[in-house]
């Protein structure tokens, strides 16, 4: 079974400040590693995902997320916060033979501040 | 053109009644979702089909009947409604091959009183 931890219900960050969320996983299988972004009343938008090759991947609105398979881990992250990016994040896994099923983690939201 | 379109957007009914919630996606996958997420935001999968045939099914009560007359439309009707069954379902689809991504939909908040 495949599961996601993601420390920090909540993150506080002033604007212009790095961002920093983390996403910690398990899997008996090569995972495949992904966030997404849920605004307030809105559906998810994927922001980027990891499956294979480069472990430093690049997403939209300027986050980027490392995988690092000895710490088993997907963090998220951005060099500047901006008011826009306050958000429910979630990272999620799935992997192995079969069809698709994304495992999601507990969320965490981000509050940004002037 | 919205690529995952879910109605109604908010639902408000009783106990007991019989309600469903519409889903259709225009991006041509052959794989369609339906994931449950609680007030608390923890999302969960219910169900899955692809073409049209049911893959996932997840430890949900079977007062819940997900039904797919095509591979663009994934349909969960609920009956005999509880208190429990409030939250947010969301539609999604995807390739449904591992590590594809998955498009949700805008959600459907479900309010049972």
């Known amino acids: 079974a495949q599961s996601v931890t993601q420390l920090g219900s909540h993150v506080s960050v002033s604007e212009g400040a790095l961002v920093l969320l983390r996403c910690n996983y398990s899997s008996s299988v090569p995972p495949y590693l992904f966030w997404y972004v849920q605004y307030p009343n809105q559906g998810l938008q994927l922001l980027l995902k990891y499956t294979t090759g480069a472990t430093l991947v690049k997403g939209i609105n300027g986050f980027e997320a490392e995988f690092k398979k000895s710490e088993t881990s997907f963090h998220l992250t951005k060099p500047s916060a901006h008011m826009s990016d306050a958000a429910e994040y979630f990272c999620?896994?799935?992997?192995?033979?079969?069809?698709?099923?994304?495992?999601f983690g507990t969320g965490t939201r981000l509050l940004v501040s002037p | 053109d919205t690529a995952v379109s879910q109605t109604p957007k908010y639902l408000v009914t009783q106990m007991g009644n019989d309600k469903s919630i519409k889903c259709e996606q225009n991006?041509?996958?052959?794989?369609m979702y339906w994931y449950k997420q609680d007030s608390k935001k923890f999302l969960k999968i219910m169900f899955s089909y692809n073409n049209k045939e049911l893959i996932i099914n997840e430890t949900v009560p079977n007062r819940f009947s997900p039904k797919s007359p095509d591979k663009a439309h994934l349909n969960l009707h609920i009956n005999s409604l509880e208190l429990g069954d409030s939250a947010v379902y969301f539609c999604a689809s995807s390739q449904g091959f591992q590590g594809d991504t998955i498009y949700f939909g805008e959600g459907s908040w479900l309010t049972v009183v």
């Open positions: 991006l041509g996958h052959d794989t």
């Open positions: 999620a896994v799935s992997g192995g033979t079969g069809f698709q099923k994304l495992v």
